[in-house]
């Protein structure tokens, strides 16, 4: 494990729940225990418990900003990807566009979100013909840098826009 993902492993977790940061754990065992690059075709199983924390956070983020109601947040019809998508911005229901709405760097912080959804989670769960979809360990390493990275961010605007959460969720503490 290359030393700056130690270090957003730490970064990352301080703004995820329990269950969450236990997925995390779960990836730096891994990878702590694969030390060298075996002759594994696909480290995708790398990424995986980290893009089901990060689905996790996003709703439970989306939430706190106030963006989705406790009914889409408890759905199991509810789709971060569907909601996150740019190319359905214009939607009623976009996560995308309520977030670049919500302040002058929501635009940003959604495409940031949105690019980490789409590399760290969509190319990693779903097949897409006659594309290669086997990652590396490196490339498996950079997909959960991406995440990590997303999720620090994000995080980080909770922290810095206190007033804006307050303003959309009065109950939020």
Known sequence: ???????????????????????????????????????????????APIAKAYE????????????????????????????LNPSLRY?????FQKLADIHENGEELAENLWDAWKFGRNEIFHYFPNVSQNLSRNEAEDRIDLLLKAIIKAGEFLINNKDIIHRSRPDFH
Do not use: C, W
């Open 1 to 47: 494990m290359i030393m700056s993902s130690i270090q957003l492993f730490d970064d990352a977790k301080k703004f995820l729940n329990p269950q969450q940061q236990n997925l995390l754990d779960d990836v730096e065992t891994i990878l702590q225990k694969m030390k060298i690059e075996d002759h594994i075709h696909d480290y995708a199983f790398f990424v």
């Open 56 to 83: 996790g956070f996003l709703k439970d983020f989306f939430l706190k900003i106030g963006i989705i109601s406790i009914t889409d947040y408890e759905s199991d019809r509810f789709r971060v990807g569907k909601t």
């Open 91 to 95: 939607k009623r229901f976009s996560v």
